[in-house]
Nanobody
């Protein structure tokens, strides 16, 4: 098991930027469970969706809806995952969750409690 604690949520106007962080309790350099880390979100009345993920090999993937606007990164030395969000839209309003898994072949099985992001028009 790994503990994940998100921070950085808040309210901004459309077009603005926000950065999220996720503190990870297990080593991001060596623990198998942290090989891949990601951000998922759930908006009001919507299903949870994967926003972006990044694995220890450096590969990253993004949902089409955020490509070119969001950037995911990880600092293995600080055991922290980041999500930089630019050009925010009201549709980005959601609770954002940090998650971990040992491989993209597996489902996300470790979750943080989430941080709320609200975008006003």
């Amino acid at each position: 098991q790994v503990q994940l604690v998100e921070s950085g949520g808040g309210s901004v106007q459309a077009g603005g930027s926000l950065g999220l962080s996720c503190a990870v309790s297990s080593s991001m350099r060596y623990a198998s469970i942290t090989y891949c880390l990601g951000w998922l979100r759930q908006g009001p009345g919507k299903e949870r969706e994967e926003v972006a993920d990044i694995c220890r090999d450096g590969t990253a993937t993004y949902a089409d809806s955020v490509k070119g606007r969001f950037s995911i990164s990880r600092d293995n030395a600080k055991n922290t995952l980041y999500l930089q969000m630019n050009g925010l839209k009201p549709d980005d309003t959601a609770t954002y969750y940090c998650a971990a898994r040992s491989s993209r072949r597996f489902s996300w099985n470790n979750w943080g409690k989430g941080t709320l992001v609200t975008i006003s028009s």
